[in-house]
């Protein structure tokens, strides 16, 4: 009988140890990396007006990112400089790319913001249609004229990695002067999956359409540096599981003291009625 003893001990030790404690008063870390700005946006051969966003980052659970509003934003579409300039979002820089299909080219990016100058480059890959490649998604008949489609948000094993947005009602059409609409990507990886302990099912999206409703689809490019970039991200922030080891840093593309991707994309754009789609 004397093995058990130890337990009520134990129990007894845990409740006083946790008297006298604040749980309002909980503290955080000073995060690793203060960057000054934070990157988003790039170039796209599907329009002409390209857009590039920049935010003070947060470091703070309480706080937000703060829009920048005072830098110098230009891009180089490989024979000249094309300044940017704030739309009516704050921290939201446009211009327009006429050159905005230099296949196997790079593109470069210059920010310069408190005296500072902040450099990214990334290459602009041709992207393979969407009617000759596997479309990550399904779709079955349910009950009735209505069809259920999966989507889910990672799918492992591509030859080419890319970038998908798969709209129909009540999801918007993809827009590149609308950051918020990354919640609505799905990704495609020529990579295995990083863990086979983690729940990736849990991130399908799910919805019924009638069979006469329209999908639209839009399939993204990526340069392999960004593939891999993303790869990374995703390994610190969703593909974190009880077996998971302790990943590297994503690490973006931005010289200097910045985080973040200035990314170049090729984009084709499909629509289908969902009924085409059942298999």
């Given amino acids: 009988m004397r093995r058990f003893t130890i337990l009520p001990v134990v129990f007894l030790w845990m409740l006083l140890s946790n008297c006298g404690k604040d749980d309002s008063a ?14 988003e946006g790039g170039i796209n051969t599907y329009t002409k007006t390209q857009y590039i966003r920049l935010s003070k980052p947060a470091f703070h659970p309480d706080s937000l990112p703060k829009p920048i509003s005072d830098a110098h934003v230009e891009i180089n579409d490989g024979s000249r400089n094309i300044a940017f300039s704030e739309t009516s979002v704050a921290g939201v820089y446009s211009g327009i790319i006429e050159r905005n299909n230099n296949y196997n080219q790079a593109y470069k990016l210059t920010i310069r913001y408190n005296n500072k100058e902040y450099t990214a480059s990334d290459t602009l890959r041709q992207v393979v249609n969407i009617i000759d490649d596997f479309i990550p998604l399904s779709v079955v008949r349910v009950s009735g004229d209505k069809v259920k489609i999966t989507i889910p948000k990672h799918t492992f094993g591509y030859l080419n990695p890319s970038r998908w947005m798969i709209a129909y009602s009540g999801i918007p059409f993809w827009n590149p002067s609308r950051f918020e609409e990354m919640l609505y990507y799905s990704y495609t990886h020529s990579r295995g999956s990083p863990n086979s302990q983690y729940p990736l099912t849990d991130q399908n999206r799910e919805s019924e359409l009638p069979q006469d409703g329209i999908i ?9 540096n960004y593939a891999r970039y993303l790869y990374s991200l995703f390994q610190e922030t969703e593909w974190r599981g009880v077996f998971s080891g302790t ?15 200035f990314s170049v994309t090729d984009v084709d754009m499909r629509r289908y009625r969902a009924g085409e789609l059942v298999r």
């Avoid at 839009?218 to 392999?224: A, M, N, P, Q, T």
């Avoid at 990943?247 to 973040?260: F, K, L, M, V």
Wanted: proline residues 5%; without cysteine; aromatic residues 14%.
């Fill in 216 to 224: 639209t689809i839009y399939k993204f490019s990526l340069s392999e």
């Fill in 247 to 261: 990943p590297a840093r994503a690490r973006g593309n931005i010289t200097g003291n910045a985080e973040g991707y």
């Fill in 26 to 39: 909980l503290s955080f870390n000073t995060p690793r990396n203060i960057y000054d700005l934070a990157v």
